[in-house]
C-alpha cells in the first residue's frame, strides 16, 4: 500500500495544471462515483490527476490508483480500498478501469458499501456499462472525453484564450462572431495545423514525431484495448487493421459488406461488428440515413475517420481536402448533436438543420430549397448570409 501511495504523489507531482480542459468544467465534481471515458490519448489521465491536484493537494485523504498496476496481479482493489479507507483515505481515482478484471463487480461493491468513498474513474470508450455483469448505470455520472477542439487547440498552442459558443449561436451571428475572434488571431494561419496533428494534447511534447505517436495509439486500441470487448477474437487484429486501412483509404467509405467481407475473407456479420468496434475505439464515426434505425448488426451507410489526424496516419497517400473539411464537420459537432445523412447536402444535425460543406466559392446549388440550410467554407476567414467559416465549427466545445 506505501508503495501505491508513494506512486501517487510522484504522478500527481508531475502534473501541470497550466491547461485545463474547458470539459473539467462540464463534470459534477460532488457526485460519488463519476466515470470519464473517451479515447486513448485524448487526456483523461491527465484530467483526473489535475482535479487530485488541484482539490486535494498534499492530502492524505485522496490516492491516484492505475488499475493496470503489476501490484494487482496478487491484490484486489476491495482489499486495497479497505486499507486505504483504515487509514483515513475517502477520495479515489481509478486509472484504465477496464484493464482490472471484474472492475465493474468491485467499484459497484465500494460504493454500495462504502457511503464515505467517493470515486472517480476512467476508462477507455469502448466500455459499455450496459454489458458489463453488474448494473454500474444508475449509480455513476458518465462523461465521455472528446479531443480537443480548434479552439482548444488554439489555446493549449499558446495562440488565444478564445470563448466557445452554441451551435445557434454560430448559425444565428456567424458574421460578428467571426469577426471578433479574427481581430484577435488568423485562425486560418492555425486551421491546416491543426488538422494535421491538433486532435490530441500529445502534440505539445513533439510535432516532429507526433504522426509517429498517434500511429502507436492506433496499435495501442487495436491489439490491447479491443480484447476487452466481450467476444472480441484478439487472433483477428491483423483483420482489423486490414479494414481500417480500406476504410482509411477510402473515406467517405460508402460500404458494399458483401464485397468488402469477401475481400477481407470474414464473415459479414463479423465484418459489421469489426466495423462497430471500431466505432466504440473512436477511430471511425458510421453514419446513417435520416430516419433509419440504428443497430450493432446494420452496415452503416457511410463511413469517415474519426478526427482529420488520423486520415495523415492511416492512409497519407489519400488525404484530400475535402474528406479532411468533412472529417473534421462532423468531428466537431457530433460531441454534442445527433448527425445523420440527409437526401440533401452532406449532414443533417439533429434532424432540422443541413450543413453543405466545401470550398470559398461553394453555392448553394446542393441546398437550394431547403429550409434552415448552411454552407460550411473552408478559407476564408468571415462568412454572409448562410455561409459560414468552416474553422468557426471548432468553437462548438
Known amino acids: 500500500m506505501e ?41 483523461k489521465t491527465t484530467m483526473l490527476i489535475q482535479h487530485l491536484k488541484s482539490q486535494f493537494p498534499f492530502s492524505d485523504e485522496a490516492i491516484y490508483l492505475t488499475l493496470d498496476d503489476i501490484y494487482f496481479t496478487n491484490h484486489t482493489l476491495v482489499e486495497t480500498i479497505e486499507r486505504f479507507r483504515q487509514k483515513g483515505g475517502k477520495y479515489l481515482f481509478l486509472d484504465e478501469v477496464h484493464k482490472y478484471p471484474n472492475w465493474a463487480r468491485e467499484i459497484k461493491n465500494i460504493y454500495d458499501y462504502y457511503v464515505d468513498i467517493k470515486i472517480v474513474f476512467t476508462g477507455s470508450s469502448i466500455i459499455d456499462l450496459l454489458k458489463q455483469e453488474v448494473d ?32 445557434n449561436e454560430i448559425l444565428s451571428n456567424h458574421s460578428q462572431i467571426s469577426a471578433e475572434i479574427v481581430s484577435k488571431i488568423k485562425p486560418l494561419k492555425h486551421f491546416d495545423d491543426y488538422l494535421s496533428y491538433g486532435y490530441y494534447p500529445f502534440h505539445s511534447e513533439s510535432k516532429a514525431t507526433y504522426h509517429l505517436k498517434l500511429e502507436q495509439v492506433v496499435r495501442m486500441i487495436i491489439d490491447v ?115 445523420s445523412l440527409p437526401k440533401q447536402g452532406d449532414f443533417l444535425i439533429d434532424e432540422t438543420i443541413t450543413i453543405e460543406v466545401g470550398g470559398k466559392w461553394k ?34 466545445y
Open 136 to 167: 454500474l448505470s444508475r449509480r455513476a455520472v458518465m462523461y465521455e472525453l472528446p479531443g480537443l477542439s480548434f479552439r482548444e487547440y488554439l489555446h493549449y498552442a499558446g495562440v488565444a484564450n478564445l470563448p466557445s459558443y452554441t451551435l
Open 3 to 43: 508503495t501505491l501511495e508513494q506512486k501517487s504523489k510522484v504522478i500527481i507531482e508531475s502534473v501541470s495544471l497550466d491547461f485545463i480542459r474547458t470539459f473539467y468544467n462540464t463534470i459534477d465534481w460532488d457526485s460519488r462515483l463519476i466515470g470519464i471515458v473517451g479515447a486513448r490519448g485524448t487526456g
Open 363 to 396: 453555392t448553394n446549388k446542393q441546398i437550394v430549397g431547403l429550409q434552415n440550410a448552411y454552407i460550411a467554407a473552408d478559407d476564408i476567414e468571415i462568412g454572409s448570409f448562410n455561409k459560414i467559416p468552416l474553422w468557426l465549427f471548432g468553437f462548438l
Open 225 to 339: 484495448e479491443l480484447q476487452f470487448i466481450d467476444g472480441f477474437d484478439v487472433q483477428k487484429s491483423r483483420k482489423i487493421y486490414q479494414l481500417l486501412y480500406i476504410l482509411a483509404s477510402n473515406v467517405p467509405f460508402k460500404p458494399n459488406i458483401s464485397k468488402l467481407s469477401e475481400k477481407i475473407g470474414i464473415h459479414r456479420n463479423t465484418l459489421v461488428n469489426y466495423i462497430y468496434y471500431l466505432e466504440k475505439a473512436r477511430l471511425i464515426n458510421s453514419m446513417s440515413a435520416t430516419g433509419k434505425s440504428i443497430s450493432t448488426l446494420q452496415k452503416p451507410d457511410k463511413i469517415f475517420l474519426e478526427n482529420p489526424n488520423l486520415c495523415y496516419v492511416l492512409a497519407p497517400e489519400f488525404v484530400n481536402k475535402g474528406t479532411l473539411r468533412e472529417t473534421f464537420l462532423l468531428n466537431q459537432l457530433t460531441y454534442k448533436h445527433q448527425i
